[in-house]
């Protein structure tokens, strides 16, 4: 009894959370794959069918918001990845006593809710606001001069709303580098920028792999940014997806929709880890 006890033991402790993964996430995915293949209204209901060309539809029909999705998603992950990485570095090597007030700094802005920092961000940007109001009235900008309603104004508020995220997984790791380990490089003779990439960079690997994943798959499925900084032009696959299920109400094009970009980024996260995962950086290191 005392030995199937300790055989069931394990199963038993991970069972809330295969309990909480079958409710909350198993569940809905089964639900949303159904609606993808229903057919039907919302008047009349739907019916369960086989209609795997909803998928096709889906993606022939918003082909470029799914491209526009990844291509956002990609740039201001990048972007962020390069503002993050010396603020984290900073903090970790020469923040001292200081590290936890700097990192409350970097996460204050963020205990306010998103969609408030979003339109504030749509009050700054405005031609007419107080940045580029200003700037336009001393002559530094043309009156033509527009931001709001563009590319990068959408590229800008991921980057924004994404950046402490990116922040705090590279600061774990970077601060429990051994720093005995670049003063000894340095004893060695090597150079700032070879102890850096020898040393720095793939120890903190772990940090840029998990930061990236985490803002790469927030910002592809983002939609309060194109919706309040961009316009008609930016639109991405999460506002697709908000207007299929709110405004026009096509369950199964959303659901289909939805499933699709789940698909992608999987894909995108798989490659992404066989390319420039951990392992990879660790062996242009060595």
Not at 171 to 186: G, P, S
Not at 208 to 235: E, H, K
């Amino acid at each position: 009894m005392r030995r199937l006890r300790g055989k069931l033991a394990p199963y038993l402790l991970s069972l809330p959370s295969w309990v909480y993964l079958l409710c909350f996430f198993i569940i809905p995915l089964g639900s949303m794959l159904g609606m993808a293949l229903a057919v039907g209204d919302p008047l009349d209901g739907y019916t369960m069918s086989d209609n795997f060309s909803e998928f096709v539809n889906a993606f022939t029909s918003f082909e470029d918001s799914f491209i526009r999705s990844f291509w956002y998603g990609g740039l201001s992950t990048l972007i962020t990845l390069v503002l993050a990485y010396p603020v984290a570095y900073w903090i970790a090597f020469y923040g001292g006593k200081h590290k936890a007030t700097f990192l409350f700094l970097i996460m204050l802005p963020f205990f306010v809710s998103f969609v408030i920092r979003v339109l504030a961000w749509e009050f700054i940007l405005s031609d007419q606001g107080f940045l580029f109001g200003s700037l336009k009235a001393i002559g530094l900008l043309p009156q033509s001069f527009h931001l709001l309603s563009t590319s990068w104004a959408v590229i800008g508020g991921l980057v924004y709303n994404s950046f402490a995220y990116y922040v705090l997984p590279l600061y774990v790791v970077l601060e429990k580098i051994d720093q005995r380990l670049v003063r000894a490089a340095n004893d060695l003779y090597a150079s700032p920028v070879s102890a850096f990439t020898r040393i720095v960079l793939p120890l903190s690997a772990p940090g840029v792999f998990a930061g990236f994943l985490l803002v790469f798959v927030t910002n592809v499925g983002d939609f309060v940014n194109a919706d309040l900084l961009g316009g008609p032009g930016t639109y991405m696959i999460g506002n697709i997806i908000q207007d299929e299920f709110f405004v026009n109400q096509d369950y199964p094009m959303a659901a289909a929709l939805s499933s699709l970009l789940m698909l992608l980024l999987m894909v995108s996260i798989l490659a992404y880890s066989k390319a420039f995962g951990t392992d990879a950086i660790q062996e242009y290191a060595a």
